[in-house]
């Protein structure tokens, strides 16, 4: 595994105002994903980032709304562009190892709890 | 794309108590995973597990493919146990987890 961290690890934001998320790995991984979690709900998917190509979006979620970076195999950043109260949720990271057999396992950072006003 | 629903919703139990935690996906997988979302919302990883048995202290998993069914086992519940359960599953070629409903944990003391 290895140590994911988040920055920041909350944060409460007027409407209308953006918010930048960073995700930290200690190690070099090749893909790094982003979920949502809305209150009382499940994890759902927003993109999977690769470093040196475009994010690729889950349907409901576009790249004006949440754009990406992933400037190299360590660091990636999610912004969550002119909030509204409906994005107030928990935001996370997540990377995938590599297990013996070809198969991957994912590990994720703390996250980030949102609140918008 | 997969589903994955997960059962019971909620389970409340005094301290000590066993429980079992069903996952059900309706597709052939590569992947699956439990989870352990403790009350501060960080992911634990329990087990990757999909097929099989494994055991890690009072926590227990089996999962059957070819029924597309994961359980998961905790014994001797502490109030620490609290919190909320997932599994994920992922196709064969597709690295992207999807999440089940949860089971929501209350141990009371």
């Known amino acids: 595994s290895a140590v994911i961290s988040q920055k920041p690890s909350r944060d409460i934001c007027q409407r209308g105002t953006s918010l930048t998320i960073q995700c930290q790995v200690d190690?070099?991984?090749?893909?790094m994903f982003w979920y949502r979690q809305q209150p009382g709900q499940s994890l759902t998917l927003i993109a999977t980032?690769?470093?040196?190509?475009?994010?690729?979006?889950e349907s409901g979620f576009v790249i004006d709304k949440f754009p990406i970076s992933r400037p190299n195999l360590t660091f990636s950043t999610l912004t969550v562009s002119n909030m509204s109260p409906e994005d107030s949720s928990i935001y996370l990271c997540?990377?995938?190892?590599?297990?013996?057999?070809?198969?991957?396992?994912?590990?994720f950072g703390p996250g980030t709890r949102l609140t918008v006003l | 794309g997969i589903q994955v629903e997960q059962s019971p919703p909620d389970l409340i139990l005094q301290e000590g108590a066993n429980s079992t935690l069903r996952c059900n996906f309706s597709?052939?997988?590569?992947?699956l995973q439990w989870f352990h979302q403790n009350p501060w919302g960080q992911l634990i990883n329990l087990f990757y597990?999909?097929?099989g048995t494994k055991q890690n202290g009072r926590l227990s998993a089996t999962t059957v493919a070819t029924e597309r069914y994961s359980l998961l086992y905790i014994s001797s519940s502490q109030t620490t146990d609290s919190g909320v359960y997932f599994c994920?599953?992922?196709?064969?070629?597709?690295?992207?987890?999807?999440f089940g409903t949860g089971t929501r944990l209350t141990i009371i003391p």
């Open positions: 997540s990377v995938e190892f590599g297990l013996a057999g070809g198969y991957n396992e994912q590990f």
């Open positions: 190690s070099q991984v090749t893909m």
């Open positions: 980032a690769n470093q040196g190509s475009e994010a690729t979006y």
């Open positions: 597709d052939s997988v590569n992947n």
């Open positions: 597990i999909p097929s």
């Open positions: 994920a599953v992922s196709n064969f070629g597709n690295e992207k987890l999807t």
